[in-house]
């Protein structure tokens, strides 16, 4: 899944650090290779190094958002260094995962969403497609009201079932009053034209990062989900940078679909904007009883 708004503060502050970490290394590289040249070397290099990588960064958007991506020196291989929080650690409970065995525990209730028509404004940030009620719809969760924060979309999707990806996944993200986070994802495959996609694709995908955001008005998230009674649960995190590990997964079971000329539309405008998928460690899923997939 992606940030919420309160971590573009902590990805602005971290940009520094994450400049002043990769000057280092290239000093440090620098200083193997030529040991023997004068000290002065070093410092002209420093110099260099941070102003170009400064000047980089200022000369992009400004948004903050430019500090991870999907390939690449910023990569998902390199968000450790955006945040500590993304490193895997013999205890770490990062997402995405593969979901593979499960736990199935019968007790899990139909998730009780509470949603109506409302106005999105859709944005791009640079790494998805996020859209932003205008009156956010609820979710409650062991008696605890989670409040919907936004929704954005991975090509192709992030977690996986058995090792499959489907082509694209939703992330509707609630938060409660604790900040925590409780994330439903539909995965989708490729068939009939959706509905509710084809309401995006109409009012028309900003393009990254300069778009003016677009509005699209009259929209009901709950005609995104498939059937939330069925779906898997486990405990883990954004699956963007800070990666912060307080998110509660509820991934339905049964796929949505979308046509190949919608997902073309989407994929041209995200690209692969997934992260693998990470170490388990341990953790349970658990799953509602039956099979949709
Ligand atoms: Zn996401």
């Known amino acids: 899944m992606d940030r919420v708004q309160s971590s573009a503060s902590v990805c602005a502050g971290a940009r520094g650090a994450a400049v002043t970490r990769k000057c280092r290394s290239l000093i440090r590289k620098t200083n193997r290779k030529r040991s023997s040249q004068p000290f002065f070397a070093l410092i002209v290099g420093y110099i260099l190094c941070c102003t ?121 993200v609630f938060q409660d009053e604790n900040s925590n986070l409780a994330v439903i994802g539909v995965l989708y495959r490729i068939g009939k034209p959706n509905r509710f996609l084809g309401r995006l694709l109409s009012a028309g995908l900003p393009e990254k990062s300069t778009s003016d955001p677009i509005t699209v008005n009259d929209l009901n998230l709950a005609n995104a989900f498939t059937d939330l009674s069925s779906y898997y649960t486990y405990p883990g995190s954004l699956t963007t940078p800070p990666c912060s590990e307080n998110v509660t997964w509820l991934v339905l079971k049964q796929q949505a679909e979308l046509s190949s000329s919608q997902y073309e539309q989407f994929r041209k405008v995200l690209g692969n904007d997934f992260r693998p998928a990470q170490a388990r460690n341990g953790r349970i899923v658990r799953a509602t009883p039956g099979n949709h997939d």
């Open 52 to 172: 170009l990588t400064a000047s980089a960064q200022a000369s992009k958007s400004g948004a903050g958002h430019e500090t991870f991506s999907y390939s690449g020196d910023t990569g998902p291989g390199y968000w450790e260094e955006i945040n500590s929080a993304c490193a895997t650690t013999a205890t770490s409970r990062q997402s995405p995962i593969d979901i593979n065995r499960v736990q199935v525990d019968r007790s899990l209730p139909a998730l009780n969403t509470d949603l109506s028509a409302t106005s999105f404004t859709v944005t791009n940030p640079g790494y998805t497609i996020k859209a932003t009620p205008d009156t956010a719809g609820k979710l409650t969760l062991n008696g605890t009201t989670y409040t919907l924060l936004q929704f954005h979309l991975h090509t192709l999707s992030e977690h996986t079932i058995k090792g499959n990806h489907g082509v694209m996944e939703l992330h509707a």
